[in-house]
Nanobody, 125 residues
Framework: QVHLVESGGGLVQAGGSLRLSCTTS????????MAWFRQAPGKEREFVAA????????YYGDSVKGRFTISRDNSKNTMSLQMDNLQPEDTALYFC??????????????????WGQGTQVTVSS
């Protein structure tokens, strides 16, 4: 049974920072690419960032480039998302996800086979 649990969300003022964490029970976690997505009310789930299995490559959505940083610690089966200079448009439910071994790209929700329940991030103006 694979479990992914997000934590670290909360309420922050515009310009502030939060650090999200994803703790997993994924066996051989270090073999898989991982990602963060987010979903705001009434909108589709949106790609935020992805990191390759060994952390050597990182990919970001255009809206978060230069503000968010994805990282992972394979020794602890965890992944993090450091979010700086948060803006009200960053308000969403944030999910961590494990990429499927059959994935063709990093950006589509269909490329991921396990998801957490999400952690809420709210940014006030």
């Amino acid at each position: 049974q694979v479990h992914l649990v997000e934590s670290g969300g909360g309420l922050v003022q515009a310009g502030g920072s939060l650090r999200l964490s994803c703790t997993t029970s994924v066996r051989s976690f270090g073999n898989y690419n991982m990602a963060w997505f987010r979903q705001a009310p009434g909108k589709e789930r949106e790609f935020v960032a992805a990191i390759t299995w060994n952390g050597s490559n990182r990919y970001y959505g255009d809206s978060v480039k230069g503000r968010f940083t994805i990282s992972r610690d394979n020794s602890k089966n965890t992944m993090s998302l450091q979010m700086d200079n948060l803006q009200p448009e960053d308000t969403a439910l944030y999910f961590c996800a494990k990429q499927s071994v059959h994935a063709m790209n990093y950006y589509g929700t269909g490329e991921y086979d396990y998801w957490g329940q999400g952690t809420q991030v709210t940014v006030s103006s």
